[in-house]
């Protein structure tokens, strides 16, 4: 693992600019160890976070910031069966993961 | 993966955006940061994932050709990663799938790390810029008869 990635958070300020994250009720579909999501969780209602790594889902819910806690989740899935009703999500973020 | 982005699709609501983020295939500078400046040592060879970045972009192309996403935004920026020395580096890249091999050699970089330390400039950080994309869509009905 990089020993810092991103430090000037570019990636997230980018993300911000092309989507209207403010309350908004966000998908990521590979999520990782959550590293992005933390990023601008702030900014939106909710994040789910999907991802089919189990090493890395435990990375993510290890590493959540407790001040995140209440609209951060994370689960086990794919994005070839999402587990979700239609319409459930404003936006959706392809992390890395097409 | 079309299977993929259909579903995405169904669980967005109407206007919902969809962002395909992710790093190009191409080759990256790996640079020598310190206090008193940058210097660039070589390059990462990050294309070890390119078929499958073909095989995204026909399949973001399909589901547009299908009036399911209509493009918005397209937009590259650099991507940081930075490391302590090059055997961190090393480390990262031969466990990567995206990155294949550096040049010069590793020998080659640390050989100027070393110099670039020797040199007074000591706290010299690893750096590879990976130039990554940002496309967003915006979901488009779909009427069926």
Same mark, same amino acid.
């Not at chain 2, 590259?76 to 990155?99: G, K, N, P």
């Given at each position: ?15 911000? %600019? ?6 908004? #009720? ?20 909710? !994040? !789910?976070?999907?991802?089919? %790594? ?14 995140? #806690?209440?609209? !951060?989740?994370?689960? %086990? ?7 979700? #009703? ?5 936006i959706a973020v392809l992390a890395w993961s097409l | 993966m079309v299977h993929a982005l259909h579903e995405i699709w169904r669980v967005l609501v109407g206007n919902g955006s969809l962002v395909d983020l992710r790093p190009l295939s191409c080759q990256c500078p790996i640079e020598l940061v310190t206090p008193s400046g940058v210097v ?17 972009? =026909? ?7 299908? +009036? ?31 990155? &294949? ?9 640390? &050989? ?6 020797? +040199? +007074? =400039?000591?706290?010299?950080?690893? =750096?590879?810029?990976? =130039?990554?994309?940002? &496309?967003?869509?915006? &979901? ?6």
């Open positions: 693992m990089a020993s810092e990635l991103d430090p000037e958070g570019v990636e997230s300020r980018t993300l911000l %600019q092309v989507a209207d994250f403010n309350n908004a #009720r966000v998908l990521e579909v590979g999520s990782g160890d959550g590293r992005l999501a933390f990023r601008y969780a702030n900014a939106s209602a909710y !994040v !789910v976070g999907i991802e089919p %790594q189990a090493k890395e889902l435990a990375s993510a819910l290890e590493a959540c910031p407790s001040h995140l #806690r209440q609209h !951060v989740s994370f689960l %086990q899935a794919t994005a070839l069966a999402l587990p979700f #009703r239609n319409g459930s999500f404003d | 660039h040592v070589g390059e990462a060879d990050a294309t070890g994932m390119a078929a499958d970045d073909d095989a995204s972009d =026909r399949a973001i192309r399909g589901i547009v050709e299908q +009036g399911r996403f209509v493009p918005r935004e397209d937009m590259q920026f650099d991507f940081d990663f930075y490391w302590d020395s090059v055997q961190e580096l090393t480390s990262f890249i031969e466990a990567s799938t995206r990155m &294949k091999h550096v040049r010069p050699s590793y020998a080659d970089l640390e &050989k100027v790390y070393r110099e670039v330390s020797a +040199g +007074g =400039r000591e706290g010299a950080r690893v =750096r590879c810029r990976r =130039r990554t994309m940002l &496309k967003a869509y915006q &979901k488009a009905m779909v009427w069926t008869h």
